[in-house]
């Protein structure tokens, strides 16, 4: 039963104070690709899965494959002892860096000092500094005095002659690195750059290192975690997570020392100087940090045992979605028992209106390992309350008055949330699922499970059970109460063009407008043929191939669009469950009928929303009280069930009735 949460909570039954709703949820982080939760849970179910196998599964039509073996735009990564550049800190003004085990050779441009290294070499255990003087013009110090002559802010400091480099950010500056061991940082590996920053005030601190090298100093997985399985599925996840990206900015030629600078775009060079951040906006990097912890060689090991390893998808639109064969891979804490797509861990969807793309190896896939109890996921489950404060400041509205969760997060659908409340003295709602939840509400995922205990029904709109599952069509709908309508319509050719990928349908995706159109016209005209024509809405494009559909779905007055002054169809925006009955009733031509009883209907669509119910095509949302969900998104599974229905009962009146 879907129960309406009120603002208020009843007195008396351990309310709280403040107005505000209960969220539960499961998991850590944007879900998309490997939960490490769930990697684990793998690993210690089978110790002799291998771990790019473990990783592979989180990616889809994924395949493990040697870098060596691909190929590549260039050889950088096998031929260069440090191509990958790594942006330790920007806007930084004052760098204070001590030697480890031996001298260090410095190298400031610009001094007049003639080639590196410099006469000034620091020797181990002292504290030296680059500082900025001034714009465009820094220099080293030792014990507050300038060593040699300033240069440009275009240096480096390297170690051929000692183990490494210690950094250190000065007391009241934001951190440098991403150790956060007694402010100090150390490389062992690699060569530190130093750029200058030409949009802020400072330079650039950035790392240049080998693919390998960079791995052993990646902090993502916990110390105490010795299962080799997991650490070699996040190793083989880290390199190509890295590898996608060194080719992704490494668009241009490099110089002719080819250690100078990175072949990056000038953007980039202003932004960071780098391929990677060492930070959470790509992989927490904390260098030697990580490679003397004590419990630390189960992931060293774990990085040996993969080397050179990277999952590689060459599906559909491979080209795309890839760099030369090298997937982008991403991973987060724990995925709550179902992973997310790109889209809805990222993005944010508003009443059905989808933010961006699916990537094909993105997509969802069961976790079960993530929450078994056996493994100890701390973030299996969790509950954080959010006050109706926040969530109107957030909505930029008055108030919020309810929070009711329409979907829980499934392969085929995210937890979508409906929100109403009060702007400007009007009473308004909206629909909401992906990142937002984790991001604007400040909750650990974007799974939710619950809001002040209550869980919504099964889907809306299911065919009646019994009907036989199987193979089919498509792969992501087998065994599906929705898979028998979906089957029909495929093989009476209505959803040619509208699949989502090589046999897949999303049916869990918002129908869009332009999607609607093209399968209503050729359910209702079969013999219609694309002209390529115009269309009398603005904002159809067209050169579109559906964009004839929408002009015949209007002149068979099933559409009106979507606005009047000029004329538009909307053709990205979902199709809302109010919208959908306006839609089947002209389809259809059904006739009026009494109130179907729904207790959360009303205004434009009412009429239509009861002679659908009616004509047993509609059975609303949720029974007890009944319900019809009409703001609610409806997805490509139901639209395909709800088709069915209504040709069903075109060719037999007395169906369902």
């Known amino acids: 039963m879907l129960v309406l949460v009120g603002l208020l909570p009843a007195a008396g039954a351990g309310a709280h104070h403040t107005p505000g709703f209960d969220f539960e949820g499961a998991g850590w982080g944007h879900g998309v690709g490997m939960g490490q939760w769930g990697a684990l849970g793998q690993a210690l179910a089978d110790p002799a899965k ?387 939840f984790r991001t604007a509400l400040g909750l650990k995922s974007s799974n939710i499970t619950a809001i002040d205990g209550v869980s919504p029904p099964p889907a809306d709109d299911p065919v009646e059970p019994g009907l036989p599952a199987g193979p089919g069509s498509f792969d992501d709908d087998d065994g599906s109460i929705f898979e028998a309508s979906i089957d029909r319509l495929a093989a009476a050719g209505v959803l040619d063009g509208t699949e989502c990928g090589a046999r897949l349908f999303c049916p869990g995706l918002p129908l869009q407008r332009s999607t609607m159109a093209v399968w209503m016209v050729r359910v209702l005209d079969p013999g219609f043929e694309p002209s390529g024509a115009g269309t009398r809405f603005e904002d159809v494009d067209a050169a579109e191939w559906w964009a004839s559909y929408v002009e015949r779905l209007a002149e068979l007055e099933v559409t009106r669009g979507c606005g009047d002054d000029p004329p538009r169809f909307c053709p990205d925006q979902a199709v809302s469950r109010a919208q959908m009955a306006s839609f089947l009733v002209r389809a259809f031509d059904l006739e009026p009928a009494a109130s179907a009883g729904f207790t959360d209907t009303g205004g434009t669509h009412q009429a239509n929303i009861d002679a659908l119910a009616a004509a047993g095509i509609t059975k609303g949302c949720a029974a007890d009280p009944p319900r019809y969900c009409p703001d609610q998104p409806v997805s490509r599974a139901q639209m395909a069930t709800l088709l069915v229905r209504a040709l069903d009962r075109l060719y037999d009146p007395v169906a369902g009735a």
């Open 50 to 436: 291998p771990g790019e196998d473990i990783a592979a599964y989180y990616f889809p039509g994924s395949e493990p494959a040697s870098l060596s073996d691909l190929s590549l735009p260039n050889d950088l990564l096998h031929t260069l002892d440090n191509p990958l550049w790594i942006n330790l800190g920007s806007q930084v003004t004052l760098l204070e860096f001590t030697a480890v085990g031996g001298p260090l050779d410095l190298c400031l441009a610009d001094d007049g000092a003639g080639p590196c290294p410099k006469p000034q070499h620091p020797q181990a255990g002292e504290r030296w500094e680059f500082r900025r003087i001034a714009r465009g013009e820094c220099g080293f110090f030792h014990g507050g005095a300038l060593q040699g002559t300033a240069g440009s802010c275009r240096a480096s400091i390297s170690w051929p002659d000692a183990d490494g480099v210690r950094l250190r950010h000065g007391e009241s500056r934001s951190k440098l690195c991403a150790s956060r061991t007694n402010e100090i940082c150390e490389y062992r590996h690699g060569e530190l750059k130093i750029r200058d920053d030409p949009v802020e005030v400072g330079f650039h601190v950035v790392l240049a290192i080998g693919m390998e090298d960079y791995l052993r100093g990646v902090a993502e997985v916990l110390d105490h975690w010795e299962a080799p399985g997991v650490n070699e599925a996040q190793a083989v996840t880290s390199r190509s997570y890295a590898a996608y990206k060194f080719f992704l900015w490494e668009t241009g030629p490099r110089p002719a020392d080819p250690d100078e600078d990175p072949g990056i775009s000038a953007a980039r060079k202003d932004s960071c100087w780098c391929h990677l951040y060492d930070s959470w906006r790509d992989i927490n990097y904390i260098g030697w940090a990580k490679e003397t912890r004590s419990n630390g060689q189960p992931w060293l090991d774990g990085v040996e045992s993969t080397r050179d390893r990277v999952l590689t998808y060459f599906g559909a639109d491979w080209e795309k979605y890839t760099k030369a064969g090298i997937a982008q891979t991403f991973f987060s804490a724990s995925s709550g028992g179902i992973t997310r797509t790109n889209v809805y861990g990222f993005f944010t969807e508003w009443d059905g209106k989808m933010p961006g793309t699916e990537w094909p190896y993105l997509k969802p896939v069961a976790d079960p390992w993530d929450v078994d109890p056996a493994v100890g996921n701390p973030n299996a489950s969790w509950k954080e309350r959010v006050s109706a404060a926040s969530l109107a400041s957030w909505l930029g509205w008055d108030d919020v008055t309810e929070a009711v969760l329409v979907d829980r997060e499934s392969l085929s659908s995210p937890a979508r949330v409906l929100f109403r409340g009060v702007r400007g003295g009007q009473t308004v709602s909206v629909t909401v699922a992906g990142a937002a």
